[in-house]
């Protein structure tokens, strides 16, 4: 069985399982192929406001699928570092730009092991449900290379570098316990409560307002690349375009009728 990416939607929510159970949901390049192509078609569905990342079985995704590395060892030295770079300039660094650049939030529920590629997906997310039985690795360095799915980027702005730096480089896996210590973790619960637990979360950003969502997660994932000047400038066309919907005059009359009812007014 190759294994295959499931896209589903329902109402305001999509979901995306990675679907390889038998192989920890290693990832094939086709697997690599549909995952892309399921988030770019979601890229500029405004009907969507939220993704939910799983992965089938007992496991998040652990990485690529070994035979598509061992294959590069009959290869020379030139003609394995052109494969890399091609790999990753084609396939992988697509996939996770891709991945970034939804305007949707990103939930990722994951149990068991988060592995290279699959590590980075669970980085990339906006919100994180984890299961007790989580285990989080980026073992490139014990590979004998360096990371290759963006995790050079990910890990500082999620963990700062001081935590990043032994992350990366000493390749041990972190335990579910580590990854909430470290704010990895949006929430951590038994194992048998991570679809009840993810599906609470869910519904309750989808009580939000859509611009709402999407603006504050584009706002917080760009302020690192921007200066102060940018960042409120930013910040003022971002509050400005939620302020002219439906959604703003709704959400203000609904607080200000609340406490009217409070106070007896």
């Keep these: 069985m190759s294994g295959r990416v499931d896209l589903r939607r329902e109402g305001r929510c999509a979901s995306i399982m990675l679907d390889r159970p038998h192989a920890k949901n290693a990832m094939t390049p086709a697997m690599v ?11 500029d569905d405004d009907a969507v406001d939220v993704v939910v990342l799983t992965g089938a079985g007992s496991d998040f995704c652990a990485g690529a ?18 494969a890399f ?3 990753m300039r084609s396939t992988i660094q697509p996939l996770m730009a891709a991945v970034l650049d939804l305007p949707q939030l990103l939930v990722v529920a994951a149990r068991g092991h988060a592995v290279g590629l699959g590590a980075a997906l669970l980085l990339a997310a906006d919100l994180t ?7 989080i690795s980026v073992p490139q360095v014990r590979l004998g290379h360096s990371p290759d799915h963006g995790e050079s980027w990910l890990l500082p702005r999620k963990v700062g570098l001081g935590r990043a730096l032994p992350i990366a480089l000493l390749g041990a896996p972190l335990t579910a316990d580590d990854a909430e210590r470290f704010g990895l973790a949006t929430a951590l619960v ?6 009840a637990t993810t599906g609470g979360i869910v519904e309750s950003v989808l009580a939000l307002p859509s611009m709402s969502i999407r603006g504050t997660k584009r706002l917080l994932w760009q302020s690192l690349e921007h200066d102060r000047t940018a960042q409120f ?8 375009s939620c302020a002219a919907t439906p959604d703003f005059v ?3 009359e609904g607080r200000f009728a609340g406490r009217r009812t409070r106070t007896g007014r």
């Design 190 to 195: 038994d194992d048998d409560r991570l679809e």
């Design 85 to 87: 770079e091609d790999g």
């Design 233 to 240: 400038a930013m910040e003022v066309r971002t509050a400005a």
């Design 129 to 135: 449900v984890l299961s007790r039985t989580a285990r």
């Design 65 to 82: 699928d070994v035979d598509d590395i061992t294959a590069l060892l009959a290869r020379g030295p030139a003609d394995r570092a052109a």
């Design 33 to 43: 192929d549909g995952l892309r192509a399921a988030v770019l078609s979601l890229q």
């Design 250 to 252: 709704t959400a203000i």
